[in-house]
């Protein structure tokens, strides 16, 4: 007895980070991939943010590119879904990439402010291949993983996506800067292709089959399996509650707006909008990568820490906002802004953590993809709002900035006070279903 107890002890004991990578080759090719795409993506960013502030300097034209980016995501994201429920999750993520290596070459043709148009209608191509991409990666990531092994992959990936906006930000600033546009434009381009050779070599695991309906108008164009998918959530309360944390993270999103006109107008370095942008999106990175770690070691893995810690994080956010708009100190400014974005990692990842053992495999890509639509949505309003109080109503950045923060801390008092309605007939998951899991052999999952 006490020695199947010292076995089960070990099976759910948290798996470190390094030993994730290291004895899990196919999270280990999906997480370079995601390395090399989302540094060039990063490069692609400063780089377009550049074209449009030395074109026409108007926030109201950054704000738009923002809802370019987000709005694929709300209009693509239920075709998205059920796709990754549907078919090889693998094969969209490699079509994904090779289709935006493509796109993105297409940015090398701007020079005039007459042709900004092209960098909307690629920017929405782009981030609509993106949209297919994102929930087909976040659904898989639970059927190469066990789960202990699933906050650390969470964390990792969360912990990347920010150490490349910090290196690919402040690194793509420097390019952008010397080099000029086009490097980076055909930089990013090479990174999908590479992403999509990683991925390439990854194998994931046999999905049950699906039951075979009769086949109908609705079912061939997938609007029977969204409306499924609507209907599992709505019966799910915390599944309902989870899936709505990002968007309400996005009602902030603004501040993407506000960190290019910043490092334009208040804070740029050495007289460069390209530098000034990359080092505030450098701070920003640097704040989500430390914010998963720590609150990993302060909160664990538990259930009721983790919900609890969702919460804090939307307040630690709104708080940093305010600050960031309300100092005056370049250093200062830096230190908030990362502040502010460790909570916005920590309830990144603990969102997605339970979402993914909470969901179904059956239903987790129509799940996240709702997720990302429902986040787009929300951040492409927040982008558009903001360039329209900077430009047509002439607010400074700083009060807008403030304002952001004040938003930003209703959906944590919220979180606190509904969590009673929506957490109501909901269990942890017993310790007993986690070792079954965990000692299954390599590649079998526990059904359900």
């Given at each position: ?36 795409s ?5 490069f ?12 026409t ?23 998205s ?19 935006r ?50 906050v ?95 968007p ?6 603004g ?27 450098a ?24 919900l ?43 969102s ?97």
């Amino acid at each position: 007895m006490t020695k199947r107890v010292g076995k089960r002890l070990d099976a759910i004991q948290p798996v470190g980070y390094i030993e994730l990578l290291r004895n899990n080759y196919a999270f280990r090719q999906l997480w370079l991939g995601q390395v090399v795409s989302q540094m060039g993506d990063w490069f692609n960013t400063i780089a377009i943010y550049t074209i449009i502030l030395n074109l026409t300097g108007s926030g109201r034209d950054v704000g738009l590119l923002l809802v370019a980016r987000f709005l694929p995501s709300f209009v693509f994201g239920p075709l998205s879904g059920v796709l990754a429920d549907r078919f090889s999750r693998r094969s969209i993520m490699i079509v994904s990439d090779l289709l935006r290596a493509v796109v993105v070459l297409g940015f090398l043709v701007v020079r005039r402010a007459d042709q900004l148009w092209i960098v909307y209608v690629l920017t929405v191509l782009q981030l609509a291949f993106s949209t297919f991409f994102e929930p087909a990666k976040t659904a898989a990531i639970p059927s190469i993983v066990s789960n202990r092994e699933l906050v650390a992959a969470n964390a990792i990936s969360s912990v990347t996506w920010s150490v490349m906006l910090t290196l690919g930000a402040a690194i793509g600033g420097l390019i952008t800067g010397w080099l000029g546009t086009d490097v980076a434009f055909v930089l990013d381009s090479l990174t999908y292709l590479l992403s999509a050779a990683l991925i390439a070599t990854v194998r994931l695991p046999k999905r049950p089959k699906r039951e075979k309906g009769k086949l109908t108008v609705g079912r061939a164009l997938g609007v029977t399996e969204t409306i499924e998918g609507a209907r599992y959530v709505k019966d799910r309360p915390r599944v309902l509650a989870l899936l709505l944390v990002k968007p309400a993270w996005g009602l902030g999103g603004g501040i993407l707006t506000l960190l290019a006109v910043f490092g334009e107008r208040i804070f740029p370095v050495g007289n460069s909008a390209a530098t000034g942008i990359g080092v505030l999106f450098a701070a920003r990175g640097i704040g989500t990568a430390v914010g998963p770690i720590v609150a990993r070691r302060i909160a664990g893995e538990g259930k009721k820490r983790m919900l609890t810690t969702i919460g804090i994080s939307f307040l630690i956010g709104g708080l940093g906002y305010i600050a960031f708009g309300s100092t005056r100190s370049f250093i200062a400014a830096l230190i908030v802004l990362g502040l502010a974005h460790t909570g916005g990692s920590i309830l990144w990842v603990f969102s997605t953590v339970m979402l993914q053992r909470d969901v179904e495999d059956g239903f987790r890509g129509r799940v996240f993809a709702a997720e990302l639509a429902l986040l787009t949505l929300t951040m492409a309003a927040s982008n558009y709002i903001t360039g329209e109080l900077l430009d047509r109503f002439g607010l400074s950045p700083r009060l807008v900035t403030v304002g952001i923060g004040i938003l930003f801390l209703i959906p944590g008092l919220v979180w606190f006070a509904t969590k009673r309605w929506w957490d109501r007939g909901e269990r942890d998951q017993t310790p007993d279903l986690r070792i079954v899991e965990d000692l299954q052999p390599e590649g079998e999952k526990v059904p359900g």
